[in-house]
């Protein structure tokens, strides 16, 4: 109850797991909403970039949800478009269908998921040991003074919003290298590439707001905009059943693509 904010005493939300309830406290526990479990194919466009009978690779949009969770509307997520396309593996469950890893909501781009279960395992073994590589594109707040860099600091649940990450020395080990693509110095933002080595909840939004960049847009970690800043361009992979190298890329969204050529315009940008 309290690693969730949902126990208040005395209209407090509790974060303390030593807190001990004194006499006359007044201790309210909030049941989590439980999240559906119909899910709902739905007909809708899909930006396909790759697919044979074990996966498919789409180019997700900014906004999209990707799966079935709290306070997500059954026939809303991607997931459920695909369905309307494709059989997928139910290894995760019946929420997640061929779900081998997410991006957040308003983070558009390339995201993989698996037909089979045998694809399904293969990946998300893959995953997990680091052999799949993403490559992701973000538009943050400040001018870097060096080309590259790498961000080695841990992540975990912020206390005090639940819904948010934060560093944290008790977290989750975390590495994101970055190298700057190209500088606007008029706007004072520059565009980023970046790699991460780990895969946690909000990571590069996290590790870019901790080294006082962060992403254009980013509400939650920054100031908003039309849109979150962060595009997952590329990944890279072997088939799982194949065994051939994979590199596939996403373009850029319109609005995405739209802002880069504006602040190229308006400020004749430096090259990186």
Known sequence: AIASGSLQINEQTIVDPNYRIKIDDRCAFYLPDLPPTTL????????ILFEDEHLIVLNKLAGQVVHLGNQVKPGTTLVERVLSHIQLSTAAGIQRPGVVHRLDQATSGVIIFAKTDQAYGLLTKAFAERRIHKTYHALVEGIFACQSGIVQASIGRNQRDRTAMCVSPTGRSACTQWERLEAFPKAHQTLLACYPIT????????????????????????????RLFLHAYQIAFVHPIAQKELIITAPWPTSFNERIESLRYSDRSVKA
């Open 40 to 47: 709902i194919p739905t007909q809708g466009d899909l930006d």
């Open 199 to 226: 895969g946690r909840t909000h990571q590069i939004r996290v590790h870019l707001k901790h080294i006082g960049h962060p992403i254009v847009g980013d509400a939650k970690y920054g100031k908003s905009d039309v």
